[in-house]
């Protein structure tokens, strides 16, 4: 047996995302039935000080020897790290992005993957010049729970899926909890639930309704979007969005028009930050995922980013409904951890194999989801700074 492949770890940033993903890595791969890569952090860099970083080490409880650094561009410079995992608000994703690949660093880069389409296009120009891996970090599209969902889908088991209805959302007291100045609201760090939060629920419509076409079957989607701005910044506090695909998974229904093969579906993405998918905590309002079908219905618990079960309700003939028991597969999948890893593990695998970009979320994709959001925000009328929405490098935030 061949050892596992090693992949080295700079960590850009110490905020509450980066700790997570970090005790993630250290979790020895078997537990979740791995043995072909393995992770080690070789670096972390704060933007305040390297104490800072050394702490943050410390509280992670990462083995000795990883270099702690007071800036972003020295982390850049340690060769002993290959890849650089972004862990900084989406204000600021287009500017360290750019900086760990100009310095030859592969890149994984938290979601949403930049402020708008045109950065992150820019980003794939880079990466694609300099022949460097470069993926957004969407964690629920490498559990092995949206794994078996979307092989149930392109299998034929749900048949024609004509809708998805998914739905991210918290119910806070946001004047309480997050004034005016917390990154959840603060449109200096492109704050507001639609980056943050509704990035999940796009998910689940671009994986179960477009990946799950072959590639040259996708096409962009079209949007209608509703958008409640928080009072006190004008960041969007509650965005709603109806998604319409042109193609989507399975047959069309008899007698389409011309022997069209396609049918289109609707997805509906939904995010707020005052009411909540789950609002006694206990999941008892599940399901926050819906995924419609000819043969029945997928159901997937809450939370959308952090999925652990699902269900299949088959649905009966016509003349049989309502008769006889209901047929449901339920499933279960358990996380020996937080659930980062899977996400590391591909990009380990993909730097392994000289690819550039992961199959699993692809550059293309990533762009079809910013251009959405930006159209999202285009209807709502949220206008981020001028400076972060940027193409301008180096720029200084």
Aim: charged share 25%; net charge negative; proline share 6%.
């Amino acid at each position: 047996m061949s050892s596992p492949y090693t992949v080295r770890w700079g960590i850009l940033a110490t905020g509450m995302i980066a700790d997570l993903f970090v005790k993630d890595l250290i979790i020895d791969p078997s537990t979740r039935n791995v043995s072909d890569v393995k992770h080690e952090v070789k670096a972390v860099a704060s933007s305040t000080s390297a104490d800072r970083a050394k702490k943050f080490l410390q509280e992670c409880k990462v083995p000795e020897g990883a270099a702690a650094y007071g800036s972003y561009e020295d982390l850049v410079k340690d060769k002993n790290v290959d890849i650089v995992y972004v862990a900084t608000p989406h204000s600021h994703h287009y500017q360290n992005t750019m900086l760990c690949l100009e310095a030859g660093k592969h890149v994984l880069c938290e979601k949403a993957f930049t402020t708008n389409a045109a950065q992150a296009r820019k980003l794939i120009e880079t990466a694609k010049a300099k022949n460097l891996f470069l993926m957004e970090a969407v964690w629920t599209r490498f559990f092995p729970l949206s794994i078996q969902i979307r092989k149930f889908i392109e299998d034929g088991n749900l048949g024609a899926v004509h809708r998805v209805i998914a739905d991210n959302s918290f119910g806070d007291n946001i004047e309480e909890k997050y004034g005016t100045t917390h990154r959840m609201i603060n449109m200096d760090l492109a704050g507001g639930c639609l980056l943050d939060l509704g990035i999940y629920s796009l998910t689940w419509l671009f994986q179960t309704l477009y990946h799950t076409l072959p590639p040259p079957a996708r096409k962009p989607p079209k949007v209608m979007a509703a958008i409640t701005p928080y009072h006190a910044t004008g960041a969007d506090e509650m965005t709603s969005m109806i998604v319409t695909f042109p193609s989507a998974p399975g047959p069309a229904p008899a007698g389409s028009p011309d022997g069209n093969s396609t049918h289109s579906a609707h997805g509906i993405a939904l995010t707020n930050l005052r009411v909540a998918t789950d609002p006694d905590g206990f999941n008892t309002a599940k399901p926050a995922i819906r995924i419609q079908g000819t043969k029945g219905e997928i159901q997937v618990d809450g939370p959308a980013f952090r999925p652990v079960s699902w269900r299949f309700i088959k649905a009966k003939a016509e003349g049989q409904k309502g008769s006889g028991e209901p047929e449901v597969e339920e499933h279960e999948c358990d996380i020996p951890g937080h659930g980062m890893f899977w996400e590391a593990d591909e990009c380990g695998r993909c730097v392994r194999d000289g690819k550039t970009e992961s199959e699993g979320m692809g550059w293309e994709e990533s762009v079809v989801i910013m251009d959405v959001m930006d159209e999202v925000r285009k209807q709502g009328g949220v206008r981020y700074p001028s400076s972060i929405e940027s193409l301008e490098y180096p720029l200084a935030l």
